[in-house]
């Protein structure tokens, strides 16, 4: 089992993990990468576990803008990494450099993740 209790989970939710984790096995792929994959899917399709204590008070409009904008972010992510310039592929060094000439603040304590943001802003 993953990390994390599953009690959370309705039945509709635990059933459907089982289902893609048996499509990946299925595939070949080793078990505990294919119950890891079924949760996310689970988590990406419904927002985590439905049952009280585990957000059901947030209302569906804000879950699903937020699975929306998780799911924009990923293509765009994706789409950025397959570039050959796209700045995931510069090192960290490289990116500091840009990050000096273009004059951002806090550069020096960002890690890459954090200057690949500022220089999107920027």
């Known amino acids: 089992m993953a990390i ?5 989970y309705t039945d509709k939710q635990k059933r459907k993990a089982q289902k893609i984790e048996e499509a990946y096995l299925h595939q070949g792929l080793s078990p505990d990468e294919s119950e890891k994959i079924a949760w996310a899917t689970v988590n990406k399709q419904s927002g985590g576990g439905e049952k009280s204590g585990s957000g059901k ?3 569906e409009h804000k879950k699903k803008k937020a699975r929306k904008d998780s799911a924009q972010n990923a293509v765009t992510t994706k789409k950025e990494k397959s570039k050959p310039n796209a700045l995931e592929n510069w090192t960290l060094v490289e990116l500091k450099e840009k990050a000096r000439k273009d004059d ?12 690949i943001q500022a220089l999107r802003r920027h």
Not at 104 to 115: P, Q
């Open 4 to 8: 994390g209790s599953k009690d959370k």
């Open 57 to 59: 008070l947030m209302p």
């Open 104 to 115: 951002i603040a806090g550069r020096s304590s960002m890690n890459k993740a954090d200057l």
